[in-house]
């Protein structure tokens, strides 16, 4: 069973870094991908950033290329997301997800299967 869990969120100002860590267990070789997903309040989720386990592959919503980056420790089993220069739009509920039907990363949120609990990120001054 896939387990997902993140962490790392918390209250940053406008301007502030926060890495968040998405820590798995359970993977296997259909469990390629790994994204993160957000969902503010009264709107829907929004694919992040996705990356590819086995070959390291990355895609970010257009809006956040150059802020937030993607990375994965495989030894550890663990994706992470360096978000840089937060802003007030970027407070949400962050999630990571993986899915084993072999859409990877061009395939839309709705095709990930399992789901972390989700950390907050407030940005705030």
């Known amino acids: 069973q896939v387990q997902l869990v993140e962490s790392g969120g918390g209250l940053v100002e406008p301007g502030g870094s926060l890495r968040l860590s998405c820590a798995g267990s359970g993977f296997t070789l259909e469990t390629d991908t790994i994204g993160w997903v957000r969902q503010a309040p009264g709107k829907e989720r929004e694919a992040v950033a996705c990356i590819s386990r086995s070959d390291g592959s990355t895609s970010y919503h257009a809006s956040l290329k150059g802020r937030f980056t993607i990375s994965m420790d495989n030894a550890k089993n663990t994706a992470y997301l360096q978000m840089n220069n937060l802003e007030p739009e970027d407070t949400a509920v962050y999630y990571c997800?993986?899915?084993?039907?072999?859409?990877?990363?061009?395939?839309?949120?709705?095709?990930?299967?399992?789901w972390g609990q989700g950390t907050q990120v407030t940005v705030s001054s």
């Open positions: 997800a993986t899915e084993a039907g072999g859409y990877g990363c061009s395939g839309g949120i709705e095709h990930y299967d399992y």
